[in-house]
């Protein structure tokens, strides 16, 4: 590439390994950077870093959070301890909060099942998820009742889906999962929020 100019093609080399960036768009984007005023790089530069520092997972929803133990969903006392809803990345809360249907708790798997890319039940939260669901059940008060899956409506959906089902079932748990609205093969991400909200409203039993 641009070896004259090492700076350069090191923060291109540095784009392209985002996902979905190829080697013109990281080009492009390090043009952008170039000609835009230093304090754009320079307040860009710590965003990333600052954003590196503080944010981690909440140690019982793994959602982001920038606080110490909980995360500000699960550290609500306003909702709705028996709910749990189920989705498979932290901007999926995002989406679901913004359709202001729902108010219980949250529980982010961080990827979905797939057996062709190698991803399996132990490389997502679900031991956490087993691990919570049956401390909750020890009281009348704590236990979760209700558990819906905001998955999205393709092939590793489902079988992330079939795979809780059996274990929610066996603790007689509730099972619902957002359909109605949502396109098969259907990616959440693109679900406008009246869409999401309504699919909530009228989730399935599994
Ligand atoms: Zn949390």
């Not at 709705?80 to 809803?85: A, E, H, K, Q, V």
């Amino acid at each position: 590439m641009l070896d004259y100019v090492p700076s350069f093609t090191q923060l291109v080399s540095e784009l392209n390994k985002l996902p979905g960036i190829g080697p013109k768009t990281a080009q492009r984007l390090a043009y952008y950077i170039l000609n835009s005023p230093e304090q754009y790089s320079q307040g860009l530069s710590k965003a990333m870093h600052e954003m590196h520092l503080k944010v981690r997972k909440c140690e019982q929803c793994f959602a982001l959070t920038e606080n110490d133990n909980l995360c500000h969903f699960c550290e609500d006392t306003k909702r709705n301890d028996s709910l749990l809803c189920i989705v498979e990345q932290p901007s999926d809360i995002s989406r679901l909060e913004f359709s202001g249907a729902f108010r219980g708790r949250y529980h982010v798997l961080h990827g979905v099942i797939s057996p062709l890319d190698g991803v399996g039940p132990e490389d997502l939260t679900t031991q956490a998820l087993i691990h919570r669901i049956d401390l909750s059940l020890k009281t009348e008060e704590t236990a979760i009742k209700e558990v819906i899956l905001a998955l999205d409506a393709d092939l590793e959906g489902d079988t992330t889906v079939l795979y809780l089902a059996k274990i929610l079932k066996e603790r007689g748990i509730k099972i619902s999962r957002i359909a109605h609205g949502i396109p098969i093969g259907g990616d959440i991400d693109y679900v406008d929020h009246r869409t999401l909200g309504r699919a909530l409203e009228n989730r399935v039993d599994v």
